[in-house]
DNA sequence: TTGAAAGCGCTAACAA
DNA sequence: TTGTTAGCGCTTTCAA
């Protein structure tokens, strides 16, 4: 039944000029002249209905909501985009989709976009730095703005992809030289305020199981870590990955130095080492005390459940389509913004052995 | 002729006719046009350098990439797609990014998409229903073709966003009058062996603890339950939804059926059961045995780590790239395919108490 | 309130 | 091997 209709609207209709687009399969694409013809009225006008500008009598344009209706008729994409000078498109960049963190932000960065007639294409860079840069070449050609979650990549490559006609703004980075142009989130609290529920609970001795380098937020976390031995926290560094599975092989040196608390990287790290633990036969936070970082929803649901530093992340993403919007709106005195953090305090944490 | 008179205003540098687009903040675009004066070639030559098509003397083809690296050109992605009649994009619509079911999938469809020149546009429908068929109406103006995944979608719906020009493949479900264009995952079979595993472990009485209605997963999730009680198996339903707050939402309820092996819709549930199981002091499996599905990667670090039913997503995703590469390049006998699964056994089921 | 027509930047015949 | 040019489908002046 489809299947025959479909072929009987592609059979009949005129049926000549088909042989211009040797490339596609043998399809008619209904075009504006089209619903032009069949409503009577100029291309011109047809343009107006669609987008709503200017004006057209009420019945002419009902006449050509009918022939759109009937033919079927789908606005072109591209030709909009190349007649308008800009896409309707919003890019993003993540290194992991797989990644509950980037989740709320593209979601909020969505509603964002909404708001503005635009969508949200998003592409993931696999956690690769050296792909990173390819890939925002790519999607800033499809995007009116580009937004880079946590990119690796190095800075020369970052500020080569700013100071184009795309606007650009970066997410947990902040770099000399790309001044204004980013939202960040205070890692550096967040860490400070776990090193100080740690300390307060009598611990003296801390091991951080650390996730990738290079990136912006290590610095800070480091930054936060140095600030707490000030304050008699002794803290030492295992070097770990952002998975569970990393979480998992770092448990046993993280064991090893003997620290009363672990402090993970992140919330996926720090269920890879509760489950370790859990092995060995180590007790949380009986023999050991054990943060996260991020406030995955899974944390809560962990035995015991995850002491861990919430980030907002609906509220990161809303400040950077929000500032992003500005940027492409021709403003140009965007102002960096900091997200604070929430500590959440649960069962993993409690006094030294 | 027309082209020659635009270029050489925009060249004259006098300042003038920069007030031609309003819109923008002040940027001069470097166009195919500028590239070709630059180089002293012609707008085809510098085409056919960035497309490697036909033939360009070596020296000229040098000064081309020359001077596209002098000026920062880029191809403006809108006048190639419109030009080539395509727009190098595939769209995937899933119903939550946030779900890692459908990373894997999103991940091997960008790989397929890579292999031939293309990206992958990524929508998320919040797992609204009555927003899908807009998103998709968009969502298939940007692409050549069109992943939806698991749609929710009424089948009216479904059945009117194919017979498009731009091809629509389909996963985790099966209509009537969709035909060949779709890709699942044989629940049945997932679902049967879980049911086979407990029934081998001594379990007569069985709860399930359901997730979405109206899918046709679910379907066929049901059909395979109603085939195990042939087995002996006694089955009985309390629904949730698919996430671990659902699932400890009802844990309650299907520990009050008084069942000896709870099914859980996937394994995000199961470890909301789990979470809830602990706090009331039942242990699993020895009070209750426990069962996921998806293979997620936190299933194995559970405590106990959750039997469940693993799904080849990568392999999901693959099939269903190249299937809509195969529809794209006019092919129209794609066979649907069904991909099978994996009964993953741990330690969170045993004989009944 | 309408329509004609000039672009938007690029590709791909078709000529040379 | 290279260049000229006619579209691709749409938006947007500018006239009427």
Chains 1, 2 share one sequence.
Not at 170 to 189: C, H, M, Y
Request: with cysteine; proline share 5%.
């Amino acid at each position: 039944m489809t299947t025959a209709r479909r072929s009987a609207e592609r059979a009949g209709h005129g049926g000549e000029g088909s042989a211009r687009r040797p490339s596609g399969r043998g399809q008619k694409r209904v075009t504006i002249a089209d619903v032009a013809r069949a409503s009577g009225a100029s291309v011109a006008t047809v343009s107006r209905v669609i987008n709503q500008v200017g004006t057209v009598a009420p019945d002419l344009a009902d006449r050509v909501r009918e022939a759109i209706a009937d033919l079927g008729y789908r606005p072109n994409a591209a030709a909009q985009g190349l007649a308008r000078g800009r896409s309707g498109t919003l890019g993003v960049l993540v290194p992991d989709l797989a990644n509950q963190y980037f989740h709320d932000i593209i979601k909020a960065l969505s509603a964002v976009a909404r708001s503005n007639g635009s969508r949200v294409l998003v592409m993931d860079s696999n956690e690769d730095p050296a792909a990173e840069r390819d890939l925002a070449e790519d999607l800033i050609r499809y995007a009116d703005g580009l937004l880079l979650c946590s990119p690796r990549m190095p800075r020369a490559d970052l500020i080569a992809l700013t100071g184009r006609d795309t606007p650009v703004l970066v997410t947990n980075r902040q770099e000399p030289g790309l001044g204004l142009r980013a939202i960040t989130v205070d890692f550096f609290r967040g860490v400070l305020a776990l090193c100080g529920h740690l300390a307060q609970l009598g611990h003296r001795d801390v091991v951080y199981v650390a996730g990738p380098g290079g990136a912006w937020a290590h610095h800070e976390r480091m930054r936060a870590l140095a600030a707490a031995e000030d304050f008699g926290l002794r803290v030492r560094t295992v070097d770990a990955g952002s998975t569970a599975d990393d979480g998992y092989a770092a448990a046993d040196a993280a064991l090893g130095t003997g620290a009363s608390a672990v402090m993970a990287y992140n919330d996926f790290v720090a269920l890879g080492l509760l489950a370790r633990f859990a092995e060995l036969g180590v007790r949380v936070p009986d023999d050991v005390s054990l943060t996260g970082f991020d406030e995955i929803d899974m944390a809560r649901f962990s035995a015991p459940p995850l002491t861990t530093v919430a980030i907002p992340r609906g509220r990161l993403g809303q400040a950077a389509g929000a500032a992003l919007l500005r940027l492409m709106a021709g403003e140009d005195d965007i102002e960096g913004e900091s997200i604070p953090v929430d500590l959440h305090v649960r069962s993993s944490t409690g006094a030294p052995p």
